[in-house]
């Protein structure tokens, strides 16, 4: 991607390079590859399978053994910056995935083996053998949403698929440190209000951050809030939203469409005293909403309220029962 004249004085300086270059200013092939920063490597194995794609200062000796042991993450550039995978349901149906993130496409197999009740053990090798610098080299908020809640939520109906006692002491459950992700482990509270929540103290009514985040946190964190990260994670309870398959492409409407369905199916409005009846999410976590009126703009948004009132608002119990594999078709 380097102007001519550099490749040639390049050329002219190391004679002894004698691999073809390829100058592609536009990135038109480049694209194809979806880099993850510059330089970067392309780890390949005997079968010409690509094992890793990450950047030059990854090429250490414990990295290159986890390649020749790992699964191969299947990586395929086609037109549009998409990645495009067919998975079979059967003999009648397919999902269809897409992104242009490669992290993203291993977290949506890998909730997607759990859907089907297939064998996980190889995506969740994958999983934990993903170099760490591939996570932080996520910038936008879309990639990060969509890859750790599809990863939250398959990990919680995995456990809970092969234990579900595990769930009878739901503090030790949702702290606990169990999930290796990148190399690192991770609880569902890591992942809930240190990554997607930016660092927010999980009982302050998402009122307080955390004073001293870990630096593994602050590199992986989301840039902003969005309370619309509600309405898309499952803990496993009969209360939580569907499931559904994020994609950094499109999680925008998706985040929308969560929000709407959800809200609409466990709000009541009632006119006769001027009331809304609202699930208990919305006030555990009432600052990442905007407080009361923030809560009241999102309903009326969705359409719960008229525009024109402001209701006493009520929050609702929470139902703790375990109620899985509860995918939004």
Known sequence: MEDETVINNFK??????????????EERVSNYFLPPSYPYSVVINQDGKILSLTNAADLKADSISVWLHQPVI???PVSEKKIVVEQSLGDTKKVVMQT?????LLSQQFLYTVKTNENADKLIEAIRSIPFDSLAQFQDDATKKAFWINIYNGFIQLEL???PTSYSNRNHFFSTRKLNIAQHVF???DIEHGILR???IKWS???AKKWFPSTTEKVLRVNSVDYRIHFALNCGAKSCPPIAFYDNTKIETQLDIATKAYLTASCSYDNTINKVYVPSLMSWFRGDFGGKKGQLKILRSVQIIPGN???????KKYDWTIDLANFNN
């Open 12 to 25: 002219k300086k190391n004679p002894q390079v004698s691999l073809p270059i390829f100058l592609d200013k």
């Open 74 to 76: 299947p990586i395929v």
């Open 100 to 104: 242009t993130n490669s992290m993203v």
């Open 161 to 163: 698929k092969k234990d």
């Open 187 to 189: 609880s569902y509270d």
């Open 198 to 200: 930016r660092s927010s």
């Open 205 to 207: 009514l998402g009122y």
């Open 309 to 315: 009132i402001s209701p006493t608002i009520q929050y």
